[in-house]
C-alpha cells in the first residue's frame, strides 16, 4: 500500500515541469488577452488579405516581446497521458491479483513481479480493517463502511479540485449561459462518474485514487496562490 502511494508522488513529481510550464504559458497569455482584444478590434471588419497579414504580424510581434507562446496550452493534455496509462496498468494488475492468488490467472501463472506466493501475500493486506483485493460488493459491513468513506473523499476531492480550477473564470462564463451550465455540468458530473466506478474497483485502487485525488486537490490550492488569474485580487 506503502508503494501504491510512493507511484502516485512519482507519477506527480514527473508531471510537475510540464505543469508548470503550461501554467506558465496560460497565466502569460491571459495577462496579454487585452492586448490581443486592441489588435483584434483594430483589424475588425477588415477581410481584405493585407489586413489579415498585417493583424498577424502584429499578434506574432506581440508574442515574441512578451515570451510568450499561444500554443502553450496545449500541454494540458500531457499530464493525463503520463497519469492514464499508470491508472489503467494499476488497475489491471490490482484487479489481476486475486486471480494469480488462486491460481487462475493465465494457466497459474504471474504477472510481472507477482507470483503465487507474493499475490497471496498481497491479498492477505488489510487497511483500516479492509482487505485490498475486496470492493464494494464483497467486503463486510465495515468495509462497505470504510470504501464508501473513500469513495465519498475522492468525489469532494475531485469536486473541490474542479471548483478551484473553474472559479476563477466564472465571472466570465456567468455572460455566456451555455458555458456556465456546461461548467457546472463538469463540476458535478464527474463526481457523480466516481460514485458509480468507485464502488466496483479493490480497495487498493480506492488508495491510489484518492491518494491521487488528494495530490491534484493540493496542486490546485498551490496554482491559485502561485499562479493566480491576471487581474484577480
Known amino acids: 500500500v506503502l ?58 510581434k506581440l508574442y515574441q516581446d512578451n515570451d510568450a507562446n499561444p500554443m502553450g496550452g ?8 503520463v497519469q492514464g496509462p499508470v491508472f489503467m496498468c494499476m488497475f489491471y494488475t490490482l484487479s ?4 494469480i492468488a488462486r491460481g487462475k490467472f493465465r494457466n497459474g501463472s504471474g504477472l510481472g513481479a507477482f507470483d503465487i506466493a507474493t499475490a497471496k501475500q498481497f491479498t492477505s493486506t488489510n487497511v483500516f480493517g479492509v482487505n485490498v483485493a475486496e470492493n464494494f460488493t464483497t467486503a463486510d459491513i465495515h468495509g462497505k463502511i470504510i470504501i464508501g468513506i473513500f469513495v465519498a473523499l475522492m468525489c469532494f476531492c475531485l469536486w473541490l479540485m474542479q471548483y478551484n480550477s473553474m472559479k476563477p473564470n466564472m465571472a466570465q462564463s456567468a455572460a455566456n449561459k451555455q458555458t456556465e451550465m456546461m461548467q457546472k455540468m463538469m463540476l458535478w458530473m464527474f463526481p457523480i462518474m466516481y460514485i458509480f466506478s468507485g464502488v466496483a474497483m479493490p480497495f487498493a485502487v480506492l488508495v491510489y485514487w484518492l491518494t491521487n485525488n488528494i495530490c491534484n486537490l493540493l496542486r490546485s490550492v498551490w496554482q491559485i496562490h502561485v499562479f493566480p488569474t491576471p487581474g484577480s485580487p
Open 74 to 81: 496545449c500541454t494540458s493534455m500531457l499530464p493525463m497521458f
Open 96 to 99: 489481476a491479483i486475486p486471480y
Open 3 to 60: 508503494a501504491i502511494v510512493f507511484l502516485v508522488l512519482v507519477v506527480h513529481a514527473c508531471i510537475l515541469p510540464i505543469y508548470l510550464k503550461q501554467m506558465k504559458s496560460m497565466r502569460k497569455m491571459q495577462a496579454l488577452q487585452p492586448k490581443m482584444q486592441h489588435i483584434q478590434n483594430k483589424y475588425k471588419g477588415k477581410k481584405d488579405q493585407a489586413s489579415k497579414e498585417a493583424m498577424s504580424r502584429e499578434m506574432m
